[in-house]
């Protein structure tokens, strides 16, 4: 059983649910850093695979809002405006979070956006090509969550 679960509000963004408020940060951090961006969300579960498989991230996460630590000991979670919402996380816990949140982001309907970037496809299989053209390697979840 998932700890977040996602849903659009009545502007098609992103927001979450948890009945456990240990995992509110973790939802926050996926709905405003990782958003509706198949991009930032394909970095967030090549790192979370990098740390869960004892190698260190293949960068460091960069946002304006979060400060994300990802480590084989844990994943730490610190919003950069509000000194109060952090929180320290299980690699299996963000693992979880990112995996239900990409199978969430690929049931969305397309945004009507003119894309450039390879619009014969599903944004999130554009999104996942120009991930590994960009880092010159298969994603690791490549044959595992899609």
């Known amino acids: 059983m998932s700890a977040i679960t996602f849903s659009l509000d009545q502007f098609n963004l992103p927001v979450f649910h948890v009945d456990d408020k240990r995992y509110e940060t973790l939802g926050a951090w996926l709905i405003a850093d990782v958003s509706r961006h198949f991009l930032v969300c394909l970095d967030g579960l090549a790192m979370v695979d990098d740390v869960s498989n004892g190698r260190p991230p293949f960068e460091e996460w960069s946002s304006e809002n979060y400060e994300v630590s990802f480590a084989s000991s844990g994943i730490a979670i610190q919003n950069s405006w509000l000194e109060h919402e952090h929180g320290e ?45 960009k880092w010159a390697r298969p994603h690791p979840y490549r044959g595992r969550l899609f």
């Open 89 to 133: 996380y299980t690699v299996d816990e963000v693992k979880q979070a990112l995996e239900d949140y990409w199978s969430f982001l690929v049931t969305l309907p397309e945004r009507p956006l003119i894309r450039e970037y390879r619009p014969d496809l599903p944004e999130w299989q554009a999104a996942l090509l120009r991930w590994e053209e």
